[in-house]
C-alpha cells in the first residue's frame, strides 16, 4: 500500500513561519494528486490545499490562502506546505493526502475523495 509520511511541524510564535513535507513511497508519485488538511479535536477535518499531479495547479482553503504554498517535487517523491503569517487558529494536526488519478488537471478539495493517508504533524502556534 502507499505509504505517506509528514514531517515538519512544531512550536512557532504567531506570526511565523514553517514548512511541512510529506514524503510517498513508492514509484508512481507523479500519478497522484495531492493535498493537505488539517483536524482540530471536536470539529470536522477542513481543507488546507490540494495540487494536481503534474504540480502545475494548486487550490486553497478561503482561510489560508495568501498565506499559504502547496508545492511538489515529483524526482522526491515528496510535497510541501509552506506556510507563513501563522496564527493561532492555524494551530492543528496536519495531514497529507494523496488519490491516484489518470487525468493531469484534476484536484480534489474532499476528504472522501482520498485514497491514502498520512498519521499527520502537529502545529502548534502561540500567541
Known amino acids: 500500500q502507499v505509504q505517506l509520511v509528514e514531517s515538519g511541524g512544531g512550536l512557532v510564535q504567531a506570526g511565523g513561519s514553517l514548512r511541512l513535507s510529506c514524503a510517498v513511497s513508492?514509484?508512481?508519485?507523479?500519478?497522484?494528486?495531492m493535498a493537505w488538511f488539517r483536524q482540530v479535536p471536536g470539529k470536522e477535518r477542513e481543507f488546507v490545499a490540494c495540487?494536481?499531479?503534474?504540480?502545475?495547479?494548486?487550490y486553497y482553503g478561503d482561510s489560508v490562502k495568501d498565506r499559504f504554498s502547496i508545492s511538489r517535487d515529483n524526482a522526491k517523491n515528496t510535497m510541501y506546505l509552506q506556510m507563513n503569517s501563522l496564527k493561532p487558529e492555524d494551530t492543528a494536526v496536519y495531514l497529507c493526502a494523496s488519490k491516484r488519478t489518470v487525468y493531469d488537471a484534476v484536484m480534489y478539495a474532499r476528504s472522501s475523495d482520498y485514497d491514502y493517508w498520512g498519521q499527520g504533524t502537529q502545529v502548534t502556534v502561540s500567541s
Open positions: 495540487i494536481n499531479r503534474g504540480g502545475s495547479s494548486t
Open positions: 513508492g514509484r508512481t508519485f507523479n500519478t497522484y494528486a
